[in-house]
């Protein structure tokens, strides 16, 4: 078998390595093993990298600028060319610089748009996100609706020629400094839970739109959303009415995966083989050698998703299990990393005594939320199970496994 990369994906590589050496400084390289820069946190001026909201603004434009950014999308639209691979290459590599990357739009967003986005409609919205000029934010999660999606009771109300828009929505990342809000909502409530659900563009300025700052674990800023009575125009609508469910499916396999590239497994362990003091003390050894494989072994397997995407099949079975192989081994990977560095490992990133700048509390921290974000990990390996193994399913139901409701 062979796993070299294809000279076109080098390429890709090395342009992308000369665009950071040239623009993200080797003195924020530190952050590196978190995978989501902080903006804007409440009572925190600050984050590990120092970079402020119009720093990370400015970054994504120079991207955007140097064709980066739209690697992995069509040259009609803005984009540079290339495949899921190139892209999958593009946010790794970014990744272990511990530079940003507008994940969502990039990652959860426009591949919607690819699937059901007119020509017209693709004209007009991939360009300023391939110029890297706009960021989104994705509205799913509901105070009662997370894994079970598809019990989002947020309601879109046809008005004419417009929709009115009403609910809550919990964990919008990014909706704090976003310019759009990519929305799923219940436009039909009297049909069956998956097939009510509509998808929906707002611009954030939108009156009748307010954003509550909520603060997870790790110190990232997420958000509660309210819609009170938001008046749209139909063309916010993406895609046909009531058909929401079966585009989101196939995008939030793409999410899983490619969400997974954000996450530096290989720089964590780095961090650790390569520190003397702790890759030389027999009791690390066989934790280190472990860790080695299983770091690989989720690197193959992320690769083996964003691959099948690139064959032009939804993969479906390969991003669930690349989600489960890398969740848990960063969640591995933070843990073993408390251990051998000890008490001191506690300290924060903003703590000068800090071993490795912090970073392995953070990491620790944030690799339980990933866990459960991009589809809960149990329900991953029922999916793996039941749809990649074709074993029976666990509970007594003849509907297929994307059509369960659950993420
Ligand atoms: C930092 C952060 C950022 C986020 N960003 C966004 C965002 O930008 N946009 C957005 O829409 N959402 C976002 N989310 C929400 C995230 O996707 C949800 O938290 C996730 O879908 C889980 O939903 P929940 O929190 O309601 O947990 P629940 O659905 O209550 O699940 C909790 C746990 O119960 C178990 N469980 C639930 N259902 C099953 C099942 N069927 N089978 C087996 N076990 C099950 C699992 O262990 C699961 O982890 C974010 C969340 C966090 C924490």
Redesign the pocket.
């Known amino acids: 078998m062979d796993f070299k990369f294809s000279a076109e994906l080098d390429e890709v590589r090395r342009r992308t390595r000369q665009f950071l050496d040239a623009n993200w400084p080797k003195d924020r390289r530190a952050y590196a093993m978190n995978d ?1 820069i902080a903006r804007d946190l409440p009572g925190l001026e600050r984050n590990s990298a120092n970079v402020t909201p119009e720093e990370v603004r400015e970054f994504y434009r120079k991207l955007g600028d140097a064709g980066i950014l739209g690697i992995g999308f069509p040259e009609a639209y803005g984009g540079s060319g290339g495949g899921h691979l190139a892209r999958y290459v593009v946010q790794s590599e970014l990744c272990a610089a511990g530079a940003p990357y507008p994940n ?1 739009g990039l990652t ?1 967003v426009a591949p919607i748009f690819m699937t059901v986005g007119s020509p017209d409609f693709l004209a007009k919205n991939l360009p300023p996100l391939m110029a890297g000029e706009v960021e989104y ?13 598809a019990s989002l009771v947020t309601r879109a109300e046809r008005d004419g020629n417009h929709f009115l828009i009403n609910g809550q ?7 704090h400094y976003a310019d759009y809000y990519f929305l ?1 909502a219940r436009t039909d409530p009297s049909a069956p839970k998956h097939k009510g659900i509509s998808l929906f563009l707002l611009d954030m300025k939108h009156p009748g739109i307010m954003v509550m700052p ?1 603060v ?3 110190g ?1 800023r ?2 509660i959303v309210f819609l009170d009575n938001v008046r749209v125009p139909a063309s916010c609508l993406l895609g046909n009415e009531n058909e929401g469910w079966k585009y989101l499916t196939e995008a939030l396999a793409f999410e899983r995966y490619a969400s997974m590239a954000s996450t530096p497994l290989v720089v964590g362990y780095n961090a650790l083989a390569l520190d003397p003091g702790l890759a030389e003390m027999p009791e690390n050894s066989a934790a280190l050698a472990r860790l080695r494989a299983e770091v690989r072994a989720s690197d193959l397997l992320s690769l083996n998703a964003a691959w099948t995407a690139e064959d032009g099949r939804p993969p479906i079975v390969e991003a669930a299990a690349a989600k489960v192989a890398v969740s848990e081994t960063r969640l591995a990977l933070g843990r073993a990393a408390l251990e051998m560095l000890g008490p001191n490992s506690l300290l924060t990133e903003f703590n000068e005594q800090a071993p490795a700048g912090g970073q392995f509390d953070l990491m620790y921290r ?1 690799s339980v ?1 990933n ?9 991953q ?2 999916t793996i199970a039941t749809a990649g193994q074709h074993l029976p399913r666990s509970r007594k139901s003849s509907a297929k496994p994307t059509d ?1 409701g ?2």
């Open positions: 989501m969502v959860m934010c994705v509205g799913y999660t509901e105070p009662s609706a997370g894994t079970d999606l929505k919990i964990f919008s990342s990014t909706a799923a909520l997870a674990n790790s990232v997420t958000n944030h939320i866990l459960f974000t991009a589809g809960a990990n149990d329900v390996r029922d369960q659950q993420r």
